[in-house]
């Protein structure tokens, strides 16, 4: 159906699922360590200027 670069274009989708799926997996694993480490400077008393009263 797609002639002879059905192996160009099927390795092009395969390698841009792969790269998102790592992309995404990145973001997350990053948000995880991010969200420790807030939690563990509020621990230390250190807060965010957001959570600040005026």
């Known amino acids: 159906m ?3 670069y059905t192996g ?3 390795a092009s989708y395969g390698v ?3 790269t998102i799926g790592i992309l995404i997996a990145w973001i997350m694993l990053d948000g ?3 969200a420790k480490a807030l939690a563990e400077l509020e ?4 807060t ?4 600040r009263k005026q």
Do not use: D, M, N, T
């Not at 621990?43 to 250190?46: M, S, V």
């Not at 965010?48 to 959570?51: L, N």
């Open 32 to 34: 995880r360590a991010q």
């Open 8 to 10: 160009f274009i099927a």
């Open 16 to 18: 841009v699922i792969l």
């Open 48 to 51: 965010r200027r957001s959570a």
């Open 2 to 4: 797609l002639g002879p």
């Open 43 to 46: 621990a230390r008393g250190i």
